[in-house]
């Protein structure tokens, strides 16, 4: 996971390695543990950064939807984490900005559902 975030960090401005490191993280938060390395690393941060610097990448937001998704099921800190890191506004900004490719659409869906879990969520979307 430290690998990950760091090659995130590092290259922030390339659109590959961000799709690909949302897809890593979005994998490995499939398991619980690593949902909470992964917030304790800057997981949560780097997706949400490169949702924002990619904004127009259909791959990018499709697995920054995936990975935050994955990072918020079962987990209410990394629900309210991922909440207050802009997250949720993230996530519907993709769905509007990508309206009709349904990767997008699906995986940000999904990451809703398991945001809105979180009752002060709620009244985010």
């Known amino acids: 996971i430290e690998v990950v975030v760091g090659a ?69 800190e990394n629900q309210i984490k991922v909440s207050q890191a802009g997250g949720i506004e993230d996530v519907m900004r993709a769905m509007r900005r990508h309206k009709g490719y349904s990767r997008v659409e699906k995986q940000g869906c999904e990451a809703l559902i398991n945001l809105v879990v979180n009752a002060e969520n709620q009244i985010k979307v």
Do not use: F, P, Y
């Open 8 to 76: 995130m960090r590092r290259l922030e401005w390339h659109a590959g390695v961000q799709q690909d490191g949302c897809e890593a993280l979005g994998n490995l938060a499939v398991h619980a543990d690593n949902q909470i390395k992964a917030a304790q690393t800057g997981g949560i941060e780097v997706v949400v950064r490169a949702m924002r610097r990619h904004e127009d990448h259909a791959g990018v937001q499709e697995q920054g939807c995936w990975a935050l998704r994955s990072l918020s099921m079962r987990n209410v």
